[in-house]
C-alpha cells in the first residue's frame, strides 16, 4: 500500500540519506582497494542517492512501509559493517 503520509516520506529520505552518507565517508586506513567493493559502493550510493535528490527536486512524494523497513535494515547492516561494503556483501567476492 503506497501513502502520501509526508513523515513517511521524511523517514525514508532521511534513512536514504544516511545510508548514502556513510558509504561516503568510508575510509580504512591501510587498506588495500577491491575494485569489486568499490564499485558496488559507487553504484549502491548511487541507487540511494536518488531518493533525497527526488525529494530535494519534490519529485518523490510516496513511500511504502515495506521500503521504509527494507531500508532501515539496510541502513543497520551498513552501519554496524561501519560502512564496509566488502564486510556487508562478503559472499560476492571473487575467490582467486
Request: hydrophobic share 55%; net charge positive.
Amino acid at each position: 500500500m503506497v501513502t502520501n503520509d509526508l513523515l513517511m516520506v521524511w523517514a525514508n529520505v532521511s534513512i536514504c540519506t544516511a545510508i548514502v552518507l556513510r558509504l561516503m565517508l568510508f575510509h580504512k586506513p591501510g587498506a588495500r582497494d577491491q575494485k569489486w567493493a568499490s564499485w558496488l559502493a559507487y553504484l549502491i550510493i548511487l541507487a540511494y542517492a536518488t531518493v533525497p535528490f527526488r525529494f530535494f527536486f519534490d519529485t518523490y512524494t510516496h513511500a511504502s512501509w515495506s521500503s521504509i523497513t527494507f531500508n532501515l535494515i539496510f541502513c543497520g547492516t551498513v552501519y554496524r559493517a561501519k560502512g564496509n561494503v566488502a564486510l556487508i556483501f562478503a559472499v560476492l567476492k571473487p575467490d582467486k
